[in-house]
């Protein structure tokens, strides 16, 4: 493991770029197929279970939070087909007519689902996927970042 460790590439990005990679892997095969069952349990429309996606933290909030990678679990906004079953459930299903600023701005109620609000209780769904797959995720990502360092360092050494 040392020798591998040593012969790891030097150059900063392509480690955050084997990090990144082994994070989102593990996250997209545990948690966020975990979190879009419970988020359909939870949102009647099913919109926000379908746009739900994963994407690369900001190099901003990773330095906030004085680490290297990082990734989220976060609703795609724009995501068309989540957007048009939000409109079916809660428009088109009641004979309304969805405002123009709905289409323009997207899925945004994924908190609303999450922690609740006045008129809804809360229907936890990310939190909760996110601690029933735990090692599950853990270990993915071990075999994974394994894999990825096992392949860069043959990458390196062909260079040489």
């Known amino acids: 493991m040392k020798a591998m460790l040593a012969a790891f590439p030097a150059n900063e990005r392509r480690q955050r770029g084997i990090l990144n990679a082994s994070i989102r ?25 379908e746009s739900l996606g994963i994407r690369a933290t900001s190099k901003r909030k990773l330095k906030a939070k ?6 989220e679990v976060v609703p795609v906004r724009s995501n068309m087909k989540a957007m ?4 079916q459930h809660y428009y088109s299903a009641k004979g309304k007519t969805a405002p ?11 908190h609303l ?29 071990a075999i994974d970042l394994s894999k990825k ?11 040489r």
Not at 30 to 49: E, F, H, P
Not at 66 to 71: I, K, L, N, Q, Y
Request: net charge positive; glycine share 8%.
């Open 100 to 110: 123009a600023k709905m289409l323009t701005s997207g899925i945004r109620h994924g």
């Open 113 to 141: 689902v999450e922690f609740g609000s006045v008129n809804n209780s809360a229907k936890p769904f990310l939190w909760p996927a996110a601690e029933s797959q735990k090692s599950v995720y853990i270990s993915k990502f």
């Open 66 to 71: 004085r680490v290297v990678a990082g990734v």
């Open 84 to 87: 048009a079953m939000y409109i």
């Open 25 to 49: 892997s593990a996250a997209t095969n545990t948690i966020l197929n975990d979190a879009k069952q419970r988020a359909k349990i939870g949102d009647g429309s099913g919109a926000l279970s």
């Open 149 to 159: 360092t096992e392949a860069s360092v043959r990458r390196e050494a062909k260079k």
